[in-house]
């Protein structure tokens, strides 16, 4: 059964930072995981915020690059932090963890198939005031 379990939410003021921290429980054979973070506030759609592709390779949303960080020296398979500085009000949502499992490609290199998350956290609360 694959899990995602979200933490490090909380309540900061305005310039504040927080760290939140996904940790994916599934068979431990797997060598790779596509893996994001999004999120959702009040009244809005669930937006993407950043993600860490099968070459590890990461993006980031327009709305938080410079301000949020997944960092590649980081890297665990089966687990993926969001470093998120210079929070504002506007970042105040919900933050999931989502993943999906990467293909292999005939050159043999692992790619995260497009389309829709497949395993999803509970979320954690941010909330910036």
């Known amino acids: 059964q694959v899990q995602l379990v979200e933490s490090g939410g909380g309540s900061v003021q305005t310039g504040g930072s927080l760290r939140l921290a996904c940790v994916v429980t599934?068979?431990?054979?797997?060598?790779?995981?596509?893996m994001a973070w999004f999120r959702q506030a009040p009244g809005k759609a669930r937006e993407l915020v950043a993600a860490r592709a099968a070459d590890r390779a990461i993006s980031y949303s327009h709305s938080v690059q410079g301000r949020f960080t997944i960092s590649p020296n980081e890297y665990v398979k089966n687990k993926l932090y969001l470093q998120m500085s210079s929070l504002q009000p506007e970042d105040t949502a919900i933050y999931y963890c989502?993943?999906?499992?990467?293909?292999?490609?005939?050159?043999?290199?692992?790619?995260?198939?497009?389309?829709?998350?497949?395993?999803w956290g509970r979320g954690t609360q941010v909330t910036v005031s």
């Open positions: 599934d068979d431990p054979t797997v060598s790779e995981h596509c």
């Open positions: 989502a993943m999906k499992y990467p293909r292999l490609s005939y050159g043999g290199n692992w790619y995260c198939p497009s389309g829709e998350y497949t395993y």
